[in-house]
């Protein structure tokens, strides 16, 4: 099955950002949890941090859109063509738009252009999301982010994952980081099967259900006290009272998928006193799950 395709051909809505979101939600999971962001030396929660970030394209764009909407600051956006900086923080949406407009984040009036290469820059989290090998033996000691998640694949060298583990940084793997997009290629293919969209099926149960309970609401109301008592939704009510849409439904999916992937990994990692090597937890993780498949399975002899 393709994946990632148009909405009238068949795709999903959600896909688009997907990737970028699922590296929020993986990065988020961690950096509120009191315990790795003690070993890091950083308070718990993306509110305040600074991130800078490597390549605006999608996964860059919408991984900055979503930390910028949880409170962290992108201070850096490293591009193929240029380097910019603002210690105030960077808008990611009006350096879309800049960037729409005139094909390049050079020239953003929003923060400043840099020769300074920003993979070495002070921040608390560095989002390298464009491509591979970029840190390495040879620079990864330079590193001063105490958090980098991997939203590209493969952008740090075995040789240089030894190097941070020993400075005690926390590195998210693409293996679990950038796996938002896959995530919801799986959900797109299961639409596919089912030659239906998510939510389709429910949609006018739903807001039939809750119009009953306003109205079972206000009958026990009217009951108890004399006259009418009109029971009026509040605006957030009545805009879902017509039940989730299909990137309601996908947007709540991936989230859960990030969420119990990552406390797993968490779980594994501090069973096997792994610390900050969460790559390695994940392979653990991974590769117990085939392993108990393939004895379930009885393809398996002893």
């Avoid at 393709?2 to 909405?7: D, E, H, N, S």
């Amino acid at each position: 099955c393709v994946t990632g395709k148009p909405i009238v051909m068949g795709g999903i809505h959600g896909r688009t950002s997907a990737t970028g979101r699922g590296v929020y939600h993986s990065t988020n999971i961690f950096v509120e949890d009191p315990e790795y962001m003690e070993m890091v030396g950083l308070v718990p929660g993306l509110s305040g941090k600074t991130c800078i970030l490597q390549g605006f394209g999608n996964v860059g764009l919408h991984t900055a859109r979503y930390f910028h909407r949880a409170g962290a600051k992108i201070i850096g956006v490293i591009e193929w063509d240029g380097t910019i900086y603002n210690p105030s923080g960077i808008d990611p949406k009006a350096l879309e738009d800049w960037k729409l407009e005139h094909g390049t984040i050079r020239g953003f009036p929003g923060a400043t252009a840099t020769d300074e290469d920003l993979l070495e820059g002070e921040c608390d989290i560095l989002l390298p999301c464009a491509k591979e090998k970029v840190i390495t033996e040879e620079n990864a000691h330079k590193i001063k982010a105490r958090v980098i998640a991997e939203g590209a694949n493969g952008p740090i060298t075995p040789a240089a994952d030894e190097i941070l583990i020993a400075n005690n940084q926390l590195v998210i793997p693409d293996i679990y980081c950038n796996s938002g997009g896959v995530t919801v290629s799986y959900f797109e293919w299961l639409k596919n099967l089912n030659h239906v969209s998510y939510g389709r099926l429910t949609f006018k149960y739903e807001f039939d259900s809750n119009k009953h309970l306003l109205q079972s609401v206000q009958s026990s109301l009217e009951s108890r006290f004399s006259g009418k008592i009109p029971v009026t939704p509040t605006p957030e009510f009545e805009a879902a009272m017509g039940g989730a849409s299909e990137k309601d439904i996908v947007h709540s999916g991936l989230s859960y998928t990030m969420e119990r992937s990552g406390k797993k990994i968490k779980e594994v990692a501090l069973q096997h006193g792994l610390g900050v090597d969460l790559r390695t937890a994940a392979f653990v993780l991974a590769l117990t799950k085939i392993s108990n498949n393939i004895i379930m399975a009885g393809f398996t002899f002893t």
